[in-house]
């Protein structure tokens, strides 16, 4: 069922075993919450990024996630996204681990289809299309498209100025902002993300990028707000990490 606005939509007071919704997002937080239902969101056009835990998700067109009931979770959208949401039931035999997920043509047409369905249709009508949901999504091809973030206190300057799309800075210039020595912040992003913070910074820088580019971003662009020093070096470093240019992760989408 379309939503049209998605802040006065509660799952938990619809006594269904499944639920669909569409929804039109832009700048969109929807502060830390959790579902009794099992949910899963695509972003139909645009981008999302999912909080849960200590790790931050990236979700382009063309990808869904799957969260599990009970799981704390925060959906954040900077641009205009078009959203596709699905609830279901704990009971249905549905998977109980946080998946990303690559969407097939043929899921997602089930997914658009099952997020405009009403709330009050048959069980017996919803049977057909629900088991070759639930096949699409057991094979799907997973991502990791994730970052894991530090949850030391002295670290929560630098999560702050990523919340409001700050680019994070060098390593030497973030002493002052946190307080703590190049060493210390070093040691506590490798004790609590397994990288080093220069590793970390560049995969957000990744993750960033693909963001900027699912909402339309000229290349020259994203060059430019993510501090490359040019087009070709910014391509190069995303040919690096992804084993495609931006074009062709484009043209995914």
């Not at 699912?214 to 084993?243: D, G, M, P, R, W």
């Amino acid at each position: 069922m379309y939503i049209k606005n998605i802040n006065n939509f509660n799952s938990e007071i619809i006594h269904a075993p499944f639920i669909g919704i569409a929804a039109k997002l832009s700048r969109f937080n929807s502060g830390w919450h959790l579902h009794s239902k099992h949910q899963l969101l695509l972003a139909k056009d645009g981008s999302i990024v999912i909080e849960i835990n200590q790790y931050r998700y990236f979700i382009p067109q063309g990808c869904a996630i799957w969260i599990p009931a009970q799981t704390k979770h925060k959906t954040l959208a900077q641009n205009e996204t078009e959203l596709r949401s699905l609830f279901f039931k704990e009971n249905l035999s549905l998977p109980d681990n946080v998946l990303v997920i690559t969407v097939t043509p043929l899921l997602r047409e089930i997914i658009d289809t099952m997020a405009h369905w009403p709330w009050d249709k048959p069980h017996n009508e919803q049977f057909s299309l629900m088991t070759v949901f639930k096949e699409e999504l057991n094979t799907a091809l997973q991502h990791s498209l994730k970052l894991m973030l530090p949850q030391d206190r002295r670290i929560a300057p630098l999560l702050e100025m990523i919340n409001q799309n700050i680019f994070p800075p060098k390593l030497t210039e973030i002493e002052n902002t946190i307080g703590a020595s190049s060493k210390t912040i070093g040691r506590i992003f490798l004790r609590e993300t397994g990288l080093n913070y220069q590793a970390w910074r560049q995969q957000w820088r990744l993750m960033k990028a693909m963001e900027l580019l699912a909402a339309k971003h000229a290349v020259s662009t994203v060059a430019q707000q993510l501090e490359f020093s040019s087009s070709s070096a910014f391509i190069a470093f995303f040919v690096k990490h992804t084993n495609q240019t931006p074009g062709r992760f484009l043209a995914s989408l």
